[in-house]
């Protein structure tokens, strides 16, 4: 590749990355119509195999994350809000918990002055707000109605995301043979070898991975309400979204799960405990046994590391839109930076092992 080539090249990615910035507020809808496309594709695809249409098979895709969408706002929807009301009724009684007896025992052992954990402000403001249900939505109202505008953007961004998924899906892989018939005839071979690795990291991930996620939030959620916790629906979810990263999930969720029955049911009752120990247990055991092995297989995934980062550095350069970019861009910089390891290791820089008097292989 001549220098010009070189400088051609940096220049267009300059100027895709100046875009994503300058449009990543209204890329989001068709960021999310293209990964339900991406994600619906293979069953589709299974679809078609079984003798239905293209058309035929998109429709049933949709309506399947249709009838799921629904089920989970009229079932999981009131009881995440019961849950959420419950969280904030607690809310005083952790903060008393923490001001009298967690934050003053570790002010005793780190040697810190009186007064160094000021809650009372914290505990009394939230205090005054609980039963002012009514306050709260007039405000609320107030606010919406003052950004109507903003509302009815959101909401066309709603609405726009099913239409640019179903078209997305519906022309997928006409316009995967599309792009493959843009490439270099003399390039095709590698680039093609190259998508198909970042594809497969991809896939392991997002179709693995995030199904390891629902099923391991499912199983949190459901073993801690027949546990009897209050706000069950809520640690369970939020295990299932930490389980993004390995052992984080339990972690949170265990921690949080403690913390929840030890107020809920008035200290160190024996049978909540155990009955949350065994919950995540049994939901550890399933992951490392029966999901992981099932679902992700032996694909290679993405470091914990390097999703964190991802995640981080993609909502903190563009927001929602970088969330969303930052695992398929993660994955094709681990692919790449497996082949580019490759052929550092082959080439003269590297270089070959030398042999001296000081080099304990040269006796062997």
């Known amino acids: 590749m001549t220098e010009s080539r070189r400088w051609l090249w ?40 079984w003798g239905l249409s293209r058309a035929w098979g998109v429709i049933l895709v949709f309506g399947l994350f249709g009838v799921i969408l629904l089920a989970l706002l009229l079932v999981a929807l009131p009881m995440f809000g019961r849950q959420l009301l419950r969280l904030y009724e607690l809310a005083p009684q952790m903060l008393d918990w923490l001001q009298h007896s967690a934050l003053p025992w570790v002010q005793v052992k780190l040697g810190l002055p009186q007064g160094f954990w000021q809650l009372d402000k914290v505990k009394t403001v939230i205090t005054s707000h609980l039963g002012q249900t009514t306050d709260i939505a007039s405000a609320l109202l107030t606010q919406v109605t003052a950004s109507g505008l ?23 892989d006409l316009m995967v043979g599309r792009l493959r018939g843009l490439l270099p005839r003399q390039r095709e071979g590698l680039v093609v070898a190259l998508v198909g690795e970042c594809h497969e990291v991809l896939g392991a991930f997002l179709r693995g991975q995030l199904l390891v996620m629902l099923a391991l ?24 979204l930490a389980s993004l990263v ?53 694909r290679i995934g993405l470091h914990p590391v390097a999703v964190i980062f991802a995640i981080l550095a993609g909502g903190q350069l563009f927001g929602f839109t970088g969330v969303l970019l930052a695992l398929p861009v993660a994955a094709i910089v681990m692919v790449l930076l497996r082949h580019a390891h490759d052929l550092y290791k082959l080439s003269d820089l590297y270089g070959k092992p030398v042999s001296g008097p000081d080099d304990p292989s040269s006796t062997a």
Do not use: C, K
Request: avoid cysteine.
């Open 217 to 240: 939030g499912l199983i949190y959620a459901v073993g801690l309400m027949l546990v009897g916790l209050d706000v069950g629906l809520l640690i369970g979810l939020l295990a299932g």
């Open 150 to 172: 903003a509302l009815l953007a959101w909401l066309g961004n709603l609405l726009l995301i099913p239409v640019v998924g179903f078209y997305l899906l519906r022309d997928w």
């Open 246 to 298: 390995p052992y984080m999930g339990f972690v949170v969720g265990f921690g949080a799960a403690v913390v929840a029955a030890l107020f809920q049911f008035g200290g160190f009752e024996l049978y909540p405990l155990i009955g949350v120990a065994t919950v995540f247990t049994v939901g550890q055991l399933l992951e490392g046994m029966l999901l992981t092995p099932m679902l992700v297989g032996d």
């Open 10 to 49: 940096l220049g267009g990615l300059l100027l895709l990355g100046w875009l994503v910035y300058q449009l990543h507020s209204v890329l989001s809808p068709f960021l999310v119509g293209m990964l339900l496309a991406y994600l619906g594709d293979p069953l589709v695809d299974r679809l078609e195999r």
